[in-house]
C-alpha cells in the first residue's frame, strides 16, 4: 500500500502464512487478509500487517531466524534446513540485513578505515569503509579505487558528518589518501599496519624467487613449496613447519638474512616515540648494506616516501583496534568464498555490512 488509512476494504482473502516450528512440526497459521481500493493512487492493494515479512506468506519473525541461520551458514544448507526454496531463502536473508542496518541508525563515524576488496577476476574493485569506533563496516561502493569512488561515500556522509571524522586508516594507495584529504583536510592519515607489513612479504617473495632462479639441481630442494613458511611468523608455524624453515635458512644466506629483517620489522610499531621509531627504521636500514636484497631497498624507499602516514600511529588519540581490522578482513574472504559466484552485488553490499552487527 501507499501509506493511506481507510476505514472500509475491498474485499477479503484467506492466507496462510508460515509460523517458527514447533518441535519438528511446521507451524502455518490462517488468516484473512483484506484488499483496499486505495483512492490515492487508484489500485487495488493489500492490507499491510507489521508481523508479515516482505513475503507475505512468512511471518517476520520465521524471516528473522532464517536471516540468523545464514549468518552462519550458506543459503544453500538452509534452503535445505527449513525445505524452502533458494531464491525465498535469500530475500528473507536480504529483508533481515536490512532490518539489522536500520536499527544501526546513522553512521556519525570519527575514526574510519579505507580499504579496497576484489569481487571479480580482471582487478574490479569496490570499496570498503568502517567505522573503527563503534568496529563495522558502514559503506560498500564505487566502481573501482579510485579516487571518484571513494568521493560517492563522503557524498553520501555529507559535508557535516565528513568534518566529524578525525583519522582515516588505509594502504598506501594514493587515491585514497587524496580522495579523503580533498573532502576533509584536517584528517590525519595513518597507513595500515598490514597492509605495510604486506608489502614486505612481497619483496620477500621476491627475494626467494630469485633465489630460486639462481640455484640449480638439489639446492633448489630447500626452496620448493617454502613460500608461505617464509611468509608466516615463527610462533604461527608448525613443529614440521619449523623444522623445514630452519633448515631452508640454514641452507641459504640470503634468505636467511631477508626472513629475519621481515620478522624484526614488526617492531616499528612497539614505540611510542616518532624519534623511537625513526631511530629503530635507519637500523633496519643499515643492516641492508651490502646485502644485495633489492626488493628489501625498494621496500625501504616505499616506506620513507610515507613515513609520516606511517609513524602517525605514535600521535595520542591514533590508537585503532588493529585486532578488529584484521578480523573483518578475514570475515570478508570467507563471505566471499562463501558467496562465490554469486552475481547479485547487493546481496554482498547487505552482507558485508551486516557481518558486523548484532543478531536480531
Known sequence: MCGRWHRSFYDQKLSVVRDLACGQYQIYLEL????????????VKRERLAWLADNPFYTRRF????????????IKDVAREFELDWHTVKELEKQYMREQLRRAGQAKPEVIGIDEIAIARGHTYRIVVSDLGRRRPIWF???????????????????????????????????????????????AILFDKFHVLGHLGEALDQVRKS??????????????????????SRANLSLDGRRSLAKLLQANHRLNVAYLLKESFGQLWSYRTEAGARRFFDNWKQALKWQRLKPYQKFARLIERHWEGIVAYCQFGHEVPLGFVEGFNNKIRVLQRRAYGLR???YLRLKILTCMLPEL
Not at 524471516?63 to 550458506?74: D, H, P, S, T, Y
Not at 585514497?176 to 584529504?181: A, D, I, P, R, V
Not at 633448489?220 to 611468509?231: A, D, H, N, S, V
Open 211 to 232: 633465489e630460486y632462479g639462481r640455484l640449480a639441481g638439489k639446492d633448489r630442494q630447500f626452496i620448493k613449496g617454502q613460500k608461505y613458511t617464509l611468509l608466516s
Open 344 to 346: 547479485d552485488e547487493e
Open 63 to 74: 524471516a528473522w531466524q532464517v536471516g540468523r541461520r545464514c549468518r552462519m551458514a550458506a
Open 141 to 187: 561502493g564505487g566502481q573501482d579505487r579510485s579516487e571518484e569512488s571513494l568521493a560517492r561515500f563522503y557524498q553520501e556522509l555529507g559535508p557535516q558528518r565528513t568534518q566529524g571524522i578525525r583519522l582515516a586508516v588505509m594502504d598506501m594507495w594514493k587515491p585514497f589518501e587524496n580522495g579523503t584529504l580533498e573532502h576533509n583536510g584536517e584528517v
Open 32 to 43: 484473512l487478509v483484506r484488499r483496499v481500493a486505495c483512492v490515492g493512487c487508484g489500485k
